[in-house]
């Protein structure tokens, strides 16, 4: 059985930093391409970062290019660094584990930029 969880989620001031993570289990024997996307309330899902090889730090897009950063440790787990975050990074944060035609995505964890 899969299981694809985020955490480190919550409310925060603007301007502070927020490190969130995803762990997933009962994925053996296959690179998977890891990605971090964000839905704000009334708004389309949008791909914030992503890596696609053996890295262990990946790419991020517009408009958190610059200030958040996609990485992963040895064991697996991905993260997303997110610095001087501001009120329109308010979503719900995924993270989406895809290869093979498998496609593996995680509850999502909030993630509120008081104003």
């Known amino acids: 059985q899969v299981d694809i969880v985020e955490s480190g989620g919550g409310s925060v001031q603007p301007g502070t930093s927020l490190n969130i993570s995803c762990a997933a289990t009962?994925?053996?024997?296959?690179?998977?391409?890891l990605s971090w996307y964000r839905q704000a309330q009334g708004k389309e899902r949008d791909l914030v970062g992503f890596?696609?090889?053996?890295?262990?730090?990946g790419t991020t897009l517009d408009p958190v290019k610059g200030r958040f950063t996609v990485s992963r440790d040895k064991e697996g787990t991905l993260f997303l660094q997110m610095n001087n975050l501001q009120t329109d990074d308010t979503g719900k944060y995924f993270c989406?584990?895809?290869?093979?035609?498998?496609?593996?995505w995680g509850q999502g964890i909030q993630v509120t930029v008081l104003s």
């Open positions: 890596i696609t090889d053996a890295s262990f730090r």
């Open positions: 009962g994925l053996t024997g296959r690179n998977y391409a």
């Open positions: 989406r584990w895809s290869g093979g035609g498998s496609d593996y």
